[in-house]
């Protein structure tokens, strides 16, 4: 099962395209001959990534401006996509940002989004745009998740919550869909050097970390876009990261939770 090629009325959608991981994963997708639809909140960042790839890689970019916490942006959204003429046969689902902070002192309001944009877009999405996948018997889904889902994490918990849906919703369809034609991956990355640390007030625990532990957007998409084409569940950029989730997933609990609330206090 792999990557359907590119073909005529036919795009890769990829949300939270305006910047990191999700703006190299549209670079390669375009690179290997897709048509895009490039979706994040930040207008001006999708034309400058359309106007790129549009003059690089002579593919059709379309971009659609979208709050995906807001369940009406992501209607808009589906009717922006039909109106285009456009069937979607690959489905990048990136957008979403971290929080690290004592439980007691994050605001509520911005856990609920995070919920709303990491899971809730992702799954309202990924149910949209799967029956179509499944109908024609072709369609690949990355579901770009977290290292962070795999055990809890003391001072990042609801982010680890959100990955931790994300993932097991990406495993359970990787099983689900494959008798259908259609192929699922999450991508499970650790540190990437993207906005995300900042967005997510992280920028003092990434600069303490090792730099063989934190990978660029775009191998992170490569890597990504590999295990998708081979039909694989899971994928997680570098060794050195791969080990550590090994680790962190085999180290009893009562080790392992001190020694993460160590790490983000
Ligand atoms: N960087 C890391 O260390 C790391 C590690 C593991 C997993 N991840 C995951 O990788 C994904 C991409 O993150 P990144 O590292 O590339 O960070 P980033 O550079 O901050 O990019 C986040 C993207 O998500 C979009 N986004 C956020 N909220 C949105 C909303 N409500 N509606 C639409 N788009 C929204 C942002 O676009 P706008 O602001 O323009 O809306 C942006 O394009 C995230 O799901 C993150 O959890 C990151």
Known sequence: MAIPPPRPNHAALVTGASSGIGAALARNLAARGHDLVLVARRRDRLEDLAAELTQRHRCRVEIVPADLAEPCDRARLLREVSALGLTIDVLVLCAGFGMVAPFTASEPDRLTL???????????????????????????????????????????????ATKAAVTSIAESLHCELKPHGVTVTALC????????????????????????????????????LKALARGRRTAVPLLSVRVFVWFAAHLPRFIWLPTCRRMFS
């Open 114 to 160: 995070m919920i709303r944009t990491n899971v809730e877009a992702t799954i309202a999405l990924a149910r949209e745009f799967v029956p179509t996948m499944v109908e024609q018997r072709s369609g690949a889904v990355l579901m770009v998740s977290s290292m962070a889902g795999n055990q809890p994490m003391p001072y990042f918990a609801t982010y680890a």
């Open 189 to 224: 990355p650790g540190s990437v050097s993207t906005e995300f640390a900042e967005v997510a007030n992280a920028s003092r625990i990434e600069n303490r970390q090792p730099g063989h532990l934190t990978a660029t957007p775009e191998l992170c998409a490569e890597v990504g």
